[in-house]
């Protein structure tokens, strides 16, 4: 299948008082059509940035898109003329954001902020402007919609909000929906509605959706793929069962093993993953989780892995793919394991 | 088991004015043995924060009563109630950013508590400080340093040692790893099970993540507009929840078990224990066998 969206080699920098922050490193994946990719990682992994390159948000200064390629339906987004991103953005691409509260205008009714895109995109004005924004509201399943659309966004609750949010990036149909950590801000049972409701809506229209999160959990909910991050690349990606059942790569072990097991009577200890992720400013040139690695070799400290293959799909950012390397047990995954670059 | 805290009928409400009452905590119960590990659960608004402020003495409750070792403690904390029973009852909060002031150093942090209690003389405020940070893991090469210089795992181990310099009984601690991230969440939790076991605190941990509260509670306190709906055994709570507000959180829980039944034991990574760094190992790490770099890297 042709992927809907085609990222290659993607570079974001930001400029701080300390230098230069190398967020994002060579980031490279594809999204086809109806898919959910999952990008997972910790604080300061790149995740946000990433997503936000692929919608041109990235705020310049201080930030900078340094290198790649951006394809999504056959064009190249970056370089292109703002004028030309928003003809895209909002119409092709939806995007929501964690923070309901601060990415919707606080002084205008939500009513009014649907029809904006409408307007914009599809040149939809007046009464039949009101209507479309009306179902769209109650499509996300706001009660007493037609009354709501007069309400302003304090007037809503986070998760409420966070549909208003929804209704917003779904109104022109896109192909494309990417979501910046979307249920973070959310209760435990908001989140499992709103996360139930990008599902349905994603089968109705056929959507792909690029998802932003830290927890694992949403990501064995939701994903088809994931790519999990560390330090500004993606050290392991594949299917939501190659990544998490079959784990490739140290750093995705080191979490789900950081993370309480769910037996009941189980209080094995959580294992930690000691130390902290690198400093960006100077990436390390060997492998960015070597001091926390449980399996460092000579060559992590020296030499920067590729993405090997473990087996066809399933990729991990790991010396311990290559074919020379002994492989501890826990990364005998199945299949044949071959050496790629 | 003697109760160590007790909570009657507590309440806490707060007026906004114009006759409208917030009922943030509305009559709870609640005994807490010595040496018991009690989990709070609930979502934003259910009142579990204003519990924890209110047990701790940051707010006065509007009624009920909470009672130290059979003792009431007073609604309004004068200077000498502080001096005599706050320090038994000490806090970890949620943000490590806000809740340490950014001008003052480590040292400062966590010698002010127990200079201004006479714990300590201030001769020795340093060596006793220094031993104190290096149990929860952090170095004494630290002290001269100011929080910002830290990242939330670490502040979140400075403001452990701050209150633990208070030699407190209990251990109130809201919401102590919802600011950070799932490697270093480990990281709090462990270090807070083994200070509870060498120090012998009390603690009530309070948090939304009823998979961790599990982890590391003995009962668990399930809270929901200002009332206690459910309170049981850890186990029992989370696996046999009898209120629908506890099903429907149980349910709601990222599904942490997905990843779980996706996932093939990994008996050898728990068996290898937590992976120490020290300059040692990390000799013995390099010593294993390697591949040679491929020769058109």
Known sequence: MIPLLEVRDLGVEFDTYGGAVQAVRGVGFSVEPGKTLAIVGESGCGKSATVHALAGLVPSPPGRVTSGSVRFEGRQLLGMSTRELNRIRGKRMGVIFQDPMTSLNPTMPVGKQLTEALRFHEGLTGRPARHRAIELLERVRIADAGARADDYPFQFSGGMRQRVMIAMAIACGPALLLADEPTTALDVTVQAEILALLTELQRERGMAVVLITHDLGVVARVADDVAVMYAGRIVERGTVEDVFARSAHPYTLGLEAAMPHAGEGDRRPLVPIEGSPPDLFRPPAGCAYFDRCPWAMQVCESRDPPLLTVKTGHESRCWLHDARAHRPPELQADGQVEASS | ?297
């Open chain 2, 1 to 297: 088991m003697t109760p160590l805290l007790e909570l009657r009928e507590v309440r806490k409400h707060f007026h906004l004015g114009h006759g409208k009452v917030v009922r943030a905590v509305d009559g709870v119960s609640l005994t807490i043995g010595e040496r018991e590990a009690v989990g709070l659960v609930g979502e934003s608004g259910c009142g579990k924060s204003t519990l924890a402020r209110t047990v701790v003495g940051l707010h006065p409750p509007t009624g009920g009563s909470i009672l130290f070792r059979g003792e009431p403690l007073p609604v309004r904390y004068r200077a000498g109630d502080f001096r005599r029973l706050g320090r038994k009852i000490q806090m970890i909060f949620q943000d490590p950013y806000s809740s340490l002031d950014p001008r003052m150093t480590v040292r400062e942090i966590v010698t002010e508590g127990p200079l201004i209690h006479g714990l300590w003389r201030r001769a020795e405020a340093v060596s006793r400080a220094a031993l104190l940070l290096g149990r929860v893991g952090l170095s004494p090469d630290d002290m001269s340093r100011f929080p910002h210089e830290f990242s939330g795992g670490q502040r979140q181990r400075i403001g452990i040692a701050r209150a633990l310099a208070l030699e407190p009984e209990v251990l109130v601690c809201d919401e102590p790893i919802s600011a950070l991230d799932v490697s270093v969440q480990a990281q709090v939790v462990n270090l807070l099970a083994r200070l509870r076991r060498s120090m012998g605190l009390t603690i009530l941990f309070i948090a939304h993540d009823l998979s961790m509260v599990r982890y590391v509670s003995d009962r668990i306190a399930v809270m929901d507009r200002g009332r206690i709906v459910e309170l049981g055994p850890a186990d029992d709570v989370y696996f046999r929840p009898k209120h629908p507000y506890t099903r429907a959180l149980v349910a709601a829980n990222p599904a942490l078990e997905l990843v779980r039944t996706l996932r093939r034991p990994i008996p050898a990574l728990s068996v290898q224990g937590p992976v120490a760094r020290e300059p040692d190992e990390r000799g013995s790490a390099l010593d294993r066998p390697y591949p040679p770099p491929p020769p058109d890297a």
